[in-house]
């Protein structure tokens, strides 16, 4: 029992570790609270669905493509409204995007209608030992687990990747070292709607797709960057794991609602308690 | 012997991996003027965040006339007596200079109202006291920081780089208003880059290198001391 | 006539008419009207603690639902009058502000946004669970009765409540020090403004209003449920009705509370599916144009005082 509590908790985790990771970088490079993060993943989802209802290919196909067009879209937000505040104080920031938030789930409603969908590709569970693994969550997983590897070794390893953490540390000293920050804020938004995206359409196979889906996802990514604290990359990773882990085992005793009372309750203990995340991060 | 106003005992704080303050310890009499200098980044501005509980710190102890305020908000410790101002000015920008002195009050209006206005009238300010603080020149800001720092009459008070920027008249009334205060039996410590005012106002001087003391005393001592030299211009 | 006491006689005039408004108005132009009152309490309640300490309340929709399910549980379950009710809602909203706002207003600003944002969500999953009292998924309904002129005149003098309270602080030390957190909380902090103690004060001024509002409504619908007393386009709303006005003013709030009232019924009745859309491009035109909105403009521009 616990065993399979586990093993859940880790599969979701690595999901919301990667789709917290993108918001973690708008906040460590910009500082800004991205609250259209959700909605990015739910429009991702949506690209997943048309095309595999469009084109009928294997919705795991789609990742990329998905990645692609929420890439553009972020890089075209920044680039039109975004970039805007970016020095400005918190609430603008924080407006515009709840702003942007809204329209996007408005546009969402009016283009696609509330109406449910679901993309039914990969259903039911592989039995392993003792343990049901399903299979679109295992897939997921694995999935989720790439792409957020391959953001580390992209932050890691490359010169932009580097450029982009540089920036994230310290803008003034960023600067000085010749980079130029209106791109890497560019790329950072872009690069973190992708990664929302990537979570949407891997999500799409998973759960029931409609225009407000995604708000949860805002804030329980908001919630794995508190328990890893803020800036702090991996941090996120082991935010994402924990806050899958502690859902499991709290569906356990209470119901899926309940739930989301959990989560609630325990951003606000860890942000009294440790304000700078279980690793350590920075304090805004 | 006197509790002394401002006493630190072994002060440690760190950023990461970066020690800013180190083991610093240092003694405050009553009724007098100190100093504290040292290259930049030597931790001065961390040490003063550390006394006032801007900053938390990491080791030692801070007391406040005989009182333990280590650990405490800086609210409290600001009503404990003690009274700074800033590196960066922070003046309360859409605030009008009067209301920016009487925001720091409570009790009876009329009487802050009175105690505001002698204070702008001191620093030649009054005429600009509906005036919003953000408009007023760098020099008027510098000033009205300085006279929000007495309206509460505290008993030690922090100065964080008062003479930058600040032109040589100004200057002067500003190092005149210290003397005063001094001779009230206030006890002010103040950080400073200009050494001709430091020289010439502080009667005991602190001299901070990476985060250490490294010498106190008399500043005609403190000027031809070694080590503070060699943390001035290297060997 | 100074100034002063034009003003005065222009705000009595005005208030008479509101007095006698319902008994030449529609019936629709008495709820339209209540509706208003609503927004002009809800606005400028947000104003109380976004605008003055700078702190953004984004879940703030969260007292007004609580006060609703309050007054409504009340009226409904234990047979209370609607107007003590209408109180208990506020009380109740104010008992939420308390628990919530001691631990997260030590947050600093965008982390006390995000838990606002969360708590919206979870107030909505709690009056899912409690589905005996609540009513759950399916809502509570209330005993019929026609009071809505009765709740026109407590709506209209709780929004006048709300606007005394809001000019009353801001003409005092107190709303200096709110607005010092705004300024440089730091700073504030330096020179011994305790501004947990404040802020939380101004948090639990800023839920009673929509607390009472909230009941009000309530038993003016005769009916609740989670999706109507909890709905983000409400916080949406008030904070885009705030913003436009002109936030940390007093009259601020009101102007956009009608204005607003006004473009959005003009707006939905043509266009009902869009307008959170339009609401959405308003709320970025407004940051991005104006974030000072009207009154404040005016009030930088023409040196106006900060009563206005």
């Given at each position: ?5 586990v ?102 409603q ?31 997983f694995?999935f989720?687990g ?5 953001a ?85 990773l ?5 806050l ?17 009372v ?5 951003l ?17 | 012997?006197t ?44 040490l003063?965040?550390?006394?006032t ?10 007391r ?6 280590d ?81 509460r ?5 922090l ?29 002010i ?39 503070v ?7 | 006539?100074?100034r ?24 629709y ?6 509706q208003?009152?609503?927004w ?7 104003n ?41 809602g ?20 965008p ?5 606002m ?7 909505r999953?709690?009056?899912s669970?409690?589905?005996g ?20 005149y ?60 909230g ?81 404040g403009?005016?009030q ?9």
């Open positions: 029992m616990l065993g399979q509590v093993i859940s908790g880790i599969l979701s985790g690595a999901l919301y570790a990667m789709v917290a990771l993108g918001l973690a970088l708008i906040f460590g490079v910009m500082r800004i609270i991205n609250v259209a993060h959700g909605p990015l993943l739910m429009l991702g989802a949506y690209t997943t669905y048309f095309l595999y209802s469009a084109l009928g290919v294997n919705p795991y196909l789609t990742v990329p493509v998905s990645m692609l067009v929420l890439f553009v879209v972020g890089v075209l937000l920044e680039r039109t409204l975004v970039f805007r505040v970016v020095d400005a104080p918190e609430l603008s920031s924080l407006l515009l995007t709840f702003g942007i938030s809204i329209a996007l789930v408005n546009l969402a009016l283009l696609f209608t509330s109406d449910l969908r679901a993309v039914e590709y990969l259903t039911g569970s592989w039995v392993v030992g003792p343990f049901a693994l399903s299979k679109s969550r295992l897939v997921a694995v989720a790439a792409l957020t590897g391959l580390f070794l992209f932050l890691g390893w490359t010169k932009l990747g580097k450029a982009i953490r540089a920036t994230s540390q310290s803008r003034e000293v960023a600067m000085v070292c010749g980079i130029n920050v209106q791109r890497i804020h560019l790329i950072t938004f872009g690069l973190a709607a992708a990664l929302a995206a990537a979570g949407g359409a891997l999500i799409a196979v998973i759960v029931a797709i409609q225009p407000e889906m995604g708000q949860i996802w805002t804030f329980k990514s908001f919630l794995v960057i508190v328990l890893g604290g803020a800036g702090n990359y991996p941090g996120a082991l935010g994402g794991v924990l899958g882990l502690i859902e499991q085992v709290a569906s356990l005793f209470l119901t899926t609602q309940l739930s989301e959990v989560a609630y309750v325990l606000v203990v860890i942000l009294l308690v440790r304000p700078t995340g279980l690793l350590g991060g920075r304090q805004t | 012997m509790t002394p106003v401002l006493e630190i005992e072994r002060l440690r704080k760190r950023f990461g991996g970066v020690i800013a303050v180190d083991d610093v310890s240092l003694r405050l009499e009553a009724g007098r003027i100190y100093g504290l200098i040292g290259p930049n980044g030597s931790g001065k501005t961390t003063f965040n550390c006394i509980g801007v900053e938390r710190r990491d080791g030692g102890r801070v406040v006339s005989g009182e333990r305020v650990g405490l908000r800086p609210w409290e410790i600001a009503q404990k007596g003690v009274g700074r101002t800033f590196q960066v000015i922070r003046v309360f920008p859409e605030l009008s200079a009067l209301e920016n002195l009487l925001v720091v009050t409570r009790g009876h209006l009329g009487g802050a109202r009175t105690r505001a206005l002698e204070l702008l009238r001191f620093v030649k300010l009054e005429g600009l006291r509906d005036e919003y603080a953000g408009n007023l020149s760098y020099g008027q800001q510098k000033l009205l920081e300085f006279v929000r720092v007495l309206m009459d505290p008993t030690l008070i100065l964080d780089e008062p003479a930058a920027g600040v032109n040589r008249t100004l200057l002067n009334d500003l190092l005149d208003a210290v003397r005063q205060l001094r001779d009230r039996g206030k006890t410590l103040l950080v400073e880059h200009d050494m001709k005012v430091v020289m010439g106002l502080c009667e005991t001087v602190f001299v901070l290198d990476h985060g250490e003391k490294i010498a106190e005393g008399a500043p005609g001592i403190i000027q031809t001391d070694e080590r030299i060699e943390a001035y211009f290297g060997r | 006539m100074t002063r006491r034009a003003a005065l006689a222009a705000l009595a005039a005005v208030v008479a008419v509101l007095a006698a408004y319902p008994a030449f108005a529609s019936g132009g008495v709820r339209a009207a209540l208003v009152f609503m002009i309490v809800l606005a400028s309640s947000w109380l603690i976004s605008g003055l300490t700078g702190y953004v309340s984004f879940g703030h929709v969260a007292f007004f639902g609580a006060g609703a399910y309050a007054g409504a549980i009340l009226v409904a379950k234990a047979g209370w009058p609607w107007l003590p009710a209408a109180l208990a506020g009380v109740a909203a104010v008992l939420l502000a308390l628990v919530i706002g001691y631990p997260c207003l030590r947050l600093r600003g982390y006390f946004a995000i838990a944002l969360g708590l919206n969500e979870v107030l999953a709690l009056v669970y409690f589905e009292l609540t009513g759950g998924g399916n809502g509570l309904s209330l005993p019929t009765l026609d009071a809505t002129i009765p709740i026109y407590v709506m209209g003098a709780s929004a006048a409540m709300v606007t005394l309270v809001t000019h009353a602080i801001i003409t005092s030390r107190f709303g200096l020090r709110l607005m010092t957190i705004r300024e440089d909380e730091v700073a504030a902090e330096a020179m011994g403004i305790d501004t947990g103690r404040h802020k939380l004060y101004a948090f639990l001024l800023s839920a009673a209003g929509p607390g009472i509002a009941a009000l409504t309530a038993r003016d619908q005769g009916y609740i449920e989670p999706i109507s007393v909890f709905p983000l386009a409400t916080t949406i709303t008030m904070i885009v009705m705030v913003l436009f006005g002109g936030k940390g003013t007093v009259w601020g709030p009101v102007l956009g509370a009608v204005v607003l009232f006004v473009a959005q019924e003009v707006v939905w009745t043509r266009y009902p599916y869009v307008h959170p859309l339009l609401f959405g491009a308003i709320i970025v035109a407004v940051v991005l144009l104006m974030p000072r909105g009207v009154l403009i005016l930088i521009r023409y040196r106006l005082p900060r009563t206005i």
